[in-house]
T-cell receptor
Framework: SQTIHQWPATLVQPVGSPLSLECTVEGTSNPNLYWYRQAAGRGLQLLFYSVGIGQISSEVPQNLSASRPQDRQFILSSKKLLLSDSGFYLC????????????FGPGTRLTVT | GQNIDQPTEMTATEGAIVQINCTYQTSGFNGLFWYQQHAGEAPTFLSYNVLDGLEEKGRFSSFLSRSKGYSYLLLKELQMKDSASYLCAVRPQTNKLTFGGGTRVLVKP
């Protein structure tokens, strides 16, 4: 069966510090991978998605970036965090090709102080 | 652009029925999804509609009208554990989902 992991689960970082969030998927090959952000009480905003190693599509211009160094690894980064970067970050995967539902990881709660 | 609207919050009584509406205006349509999200947790998949009509899955049903840009999620025989946010999402293109703001449902005894 497929599983998706995210870490860390929670993170408190000062403004201006760097960020690295990691997501890994097990039990599937060549998945589509996604990064979402959810502000408190709000819906999910798609940040990045990837259909393969090194292939990243950005949805929203911002100070975040994403990388996919391995088939089942997706990393979200920032060089300098802003207060507005606070939120719940969710990684998701879906079957390649005829993608149907997306499966979400447990999420990372980021607070920028 | 993409626009998905759903009510912010609804309250219902245990054992009752609640209907959560979702209207959408998107450039392209390749399916509509409903997800359940408990506070502080990841969303979990509930249902998928790509053709008009009703899809039933146990206590949950989802309806779609593509001509009206409208869907609803029906929760029957409400239980306390159904208190959660319900997210409507549309797939305009193959690889991406666009989410609404979510509807928080509070089930009271």
């Amino acid at each position: 069966s497929q599983t998706i992991h995210q870490w860390p689960a929670t993170l408190v970082q000062p403004v201006g510090s760097p960020l690295s969030l990691e997501c890994t998927v097990e039990g599937t090959s060549n998945p589509n991978l996604y990064w979402y952000r959810q502000a408190a009480g709000r819906g999910l905003q798609l940040l990045f998605y990837s259909v393969g190693i090194g292939q990243i599509s950005s949805e929203v211009p911002q100070n975040l970036s994403a990388s996919r160094p391995q088939d089942r690894q997706f990393i979200l980064s920032s060089k300098k965090l802003l207060l507005s970067d606070s939120g719940f970050y969710l990684c998701a995967w879906s079957t390649p090709g005829l993608a149907v539902e997306q499966y979400f990881g447990p999420g990372t709660r980021l607070t920028v102080t | 652009g993409q626009n998905i609207d759903q009510p912010t919050e609804m309250t219902a009584t245990e054992g009752a029925i609640v209907q959560i509406n979702c209207t959408y205006q998107t450039s392209g349509f390749n399916g509509l999804f409903w997800y359940q999200q408990h506070a502080g947790e990841a969303p979990t998949f509930l249902s998928y509609n790509v053709l008009d009509g009703l899809e039933e899955k146990g206590r949950f049903s989802s309806f779609l009208s593509r001509s009206k840009g409208y869907s609803y999620l029906l929760l029957k025989e409400l239980q306390m554990k159904d208190s959660a946010s319900y997210l409507c999402a549309v797939r305009p293109q193959t690889n991406k989902l666009t989410f609404g703001g979510g509807t928080r449902v509070l089930v009271k005894p």
